[in-house]
Each structure stands twice: as C-alpha cells, then as structure tokens.
C-alpha cells in the first residue's frame, strides 16, 4: 500500500508532542523534563541504595515487585515500608524527598549506563540489571506504545520495526544499552540477569536477587515472594498497584511471542544486528540468543 504522507506528517507531529530529545534518545514528555534530568545528574545515591536497571519492557515491574518485596521483608522497622521510584520520572522536587527517606530505597532506571548519576558508582551502590532478549523486547515495546497514551502510537508493526532497530524509540537503542553493560558486567557491585532465566526458575532467580543485596531471607519468605511475582499473580493485582496503566503494563509476559510479528527478512535482519553487537561476548551468550530468538 502506499504510503500516506499525510499520515507521516500527522505522526511526526503527534511524536513531538509526545516526545522530547535529551542526549541523543527519546523520552515521554508526561513522564520526564530536560529540567529533572539537569538535576538528577547531582542525585546523591547510597551504598545500600536497592538499584534497579533496565531497558523498557525487560521486566522493569517483574523485579521492582521482586525488589519491593525483599525489601520489605528485611526492613527493620515494621511501621517504615521502603519507598520505589522510577529515578527519571517527575519533577525534579522528588529528589529532596528521596533524600530524607529512609533506607533501603527502591528504584529503577531505563537510563544508558552512560546517563545514570555519576554518585551511584562514587558510591558503590549494587545495581541489578535485567535483560531480555530483543526481539521479544521489541514486540513488548510496540505493544506498549499503543496502549500508553504518554507515548505515540504505532499502527503498523512494521513501522515500528524499523525505529526500534535504528533506536527511535524512548529511552533509545536496545543494542546500545547491551553494548555498555556487556563492558561493565565483570564490575563489583553489579549482576546482570535475563527475563528468561527468571522465567526458567522464578525461586532461583529471587534467591539470587536476595543474595547479591545481601538480603537474609528463609527458604519459606523467597518462595512466598516468588509466589507474588509470578506474571499471572501481577497482572491480577495490577489495577491495584499500578491503576489504569496496569494492564498495558502486564500484557502476556511470555518468551517467544515475537514469531507472531517478525517476517523471515526481520529476523534474518535482527539476528544480523545482535551478530555485529553482540556476538562472542559474554552478555551475547548470557542472552541464549540461539535459544530464544532463532526459528
């Protein structure tokens, strides 16, 4: 069909009113402002700070539950519950609130490793980041563009292939993040974990998580939280915990659902990309790329 420019004309517009540009990536004008991002480059993070890192739609909510939990369950103090935050979002007031909340803090970050507050490594605060792999990433995150209404709307999958494999897409290049962890994966502080080993064994993974922060927990309060953080268990919760963006948020939470999107050309092309990025690295094979994301 041929292609309308009308259309492309109405969807860059609806894009800039959406979208803003800060340091070469996109973000949602609802949910972030060049100002907060000016003030969160002087965030002062703790060593005990509970950090999250993640590209948009790895299983940024899956292990905030994971993390929010373990949290919990360690606090000493029964009447003070740790408090999360996606680092990015609001005004740039928050900040002076997260800092006199007490400890352990909770929060993620969709930032580039290049972009995250320089006082998180001065610090030593422990980052855990998740990844998925990409093409199950991609039709997660073209599914969540057409359901938020803070982001613009694909109405053709296609379309959308093309942006997020030239990252055109908030919070920029999958391949770029992966890239920048794959050279900082070895340092202290930091565990890499995949959505599909979580996947795999949801009790192992929460006991890995628990173990990297140092959290002391009985076999009986892991699986209990694994319990809690299983996708079907989250999405039943999700108007709860997370309102009327719940359940864009919480969709089908499988592996391999990008079969149903991806024509051969796309995949021979993706497959190309993780090739020239990824491949004979040790996040390459953490990723099982082989496993999850070949017919």
Same mark, same amino acid.
């Given at each position: 069909?041929?292609?309308?420019?009308r259309?492309?004309?109405?969807?860059?517009?609806?894009?800039?009113?959406?979208?803003?540009?800060? =340091?070469?990536?996109?973000?949602?004008?609802?949910?972030?402002?060049?100002?907060?991002?000016?003030?969160?480059?002087?965030?002062?993070?703790?060593?005990?700070?509970?950090?999250?890192?993640?590209?948009?739609?790895?299983?940024?909510?899956?292990?905030?539950?994971?993390?929010?939990?373990?949290?919990?369950?360690?606090?000493?103090?029964?009447?003070?519950?740790?408090?999360?935050?996606?680092?990015?979002?609001?005004?740039?007031?928050?900040?002076?609130?997260?800092?006199?909340?007490?400890?352990?803090?909770?929060?993620?970050t969709?930032?580039?490793?290049?972009?995250?507050?320089?006082?998180?490594?001065?610090?030593?605060t422990?980052?855990?980041?998740?990844? =998925?792999?990409?093409?199950?990433?991609?039709?997660?995150?073209?599914?969540?563009?057409?359901?938020n209404?803070?982001?613009?709307?694909?109405?053709?999958?296609?379309?959308?292939?093309?942006?997020?494999?030239?990252?055109?897409?908030?919070?920029?290049?999958?391949?770029?993040?992966?890239?920048?962890?794959?050279?900082?994966?070895?340092?202290?502080?930091?565990?890499?974990?995949?959505?599909?080993?979580?996947? @795999?064994?949801?009790?192992?993974?929460?006991?890995?998580?628990?173990?990297f922060?140092?959290?002391?927990?009985? @076999?009986?309060?892991?699986?209990?939280?694994?319990?809690?953080?299983?996708?079907?268990?989250?999405?039943?919760r999700?108007?709860?915990t997370?309102?009327?963006?719940?359940?864009?948020?919480?969709?089908?939470g499988?592996?391999g659902?990008?079969?149903?999107?991806?024509?051969?050309?796309?995949? =021979? @092309?993706?497959?190309?990309?993780?090739?020239?990025?990824?491949?004979?690295?040790k996040?390459?094979?953490?990723?099982?790329?082989?496993?999850?994301?070949?017919?």
């Amino acid at each position: 069909m041929e292609e309308n420019p009308r259309e492309r004309m109405a969807d860059a517009a609806l894009s800039s009113e959406l979208l803003f540009t800060y =340091r070469g990536a996109l973000y949602p004008k609802m949910r972030c402002s060049p100002e907060t991002f000016q003030v969160l480059e002087n965030f002062v993070a703790r060593r005990d700070d509970v950090m999250l890192v993640s590209y948009p739609k790895c299983g940024t909510n899956w292990c905030v539950q994971i993390l929010s939990d373990l949290a919990a369950t360690v606090s000493s103090s029964k009447d003070v519950k740790p408090v999360f935050d996606i680092l990015e979002f609001g005004a740039s007031e928050k900040y002076k609130i997260m800092e006199s909340s007490p400890s352990p803090r909770v929060y993620a970050t969709h930032f580039h490793y290049d972009n995250l507050p320089k006082s998180v490594f001065q610090s030593g605060t422990k980052k855990l980041v998740i990844l =998925r792999n990409p093409k199950d990433s991609a039709v997660s995150l073209y599914h969540f563009h057409n359901k938020n209404p803070a982001l613009p709307n694909y109405s053709d999958w296609n379309d959308f292939f093309k942006d997020f494999m030239c990252g055109k897409v908030v919070w920029g290049s999958y391949f770029d993040h992966a890239i920048a962890w794959n050279k900082h994966m070895d340092e202290e502080g930091c565990l890499i974990i995949t959505y599909e080993d979580l996947k @795999e064994n949801l009790v192992r993974g929460v006991q890995q998580i628990a173990d990297f922060f140092q959290f002391s927990l009985s @076999e009986e309060q892991i699986r209990f939280i694994a319990a809690r953080a299983t996708f079907d268990a989250m999405k039943a919760r999700a108007n709860e915990t997370h309102g009327k963006i719940g359940q864009a948020l919480f969709r089908k939470g499988d592996v391999g659902d990008w079969k149903n999107y991806f024509s051969e050309a796309q995949s =021979r @092309e993706m497959d190309a990309k993780f090739d020239e990025c990824l491949v004979g690295t040790k996040l390459g094979a953490k990723l099982k790329y082989d496993v999850y994301c070949k017919t």
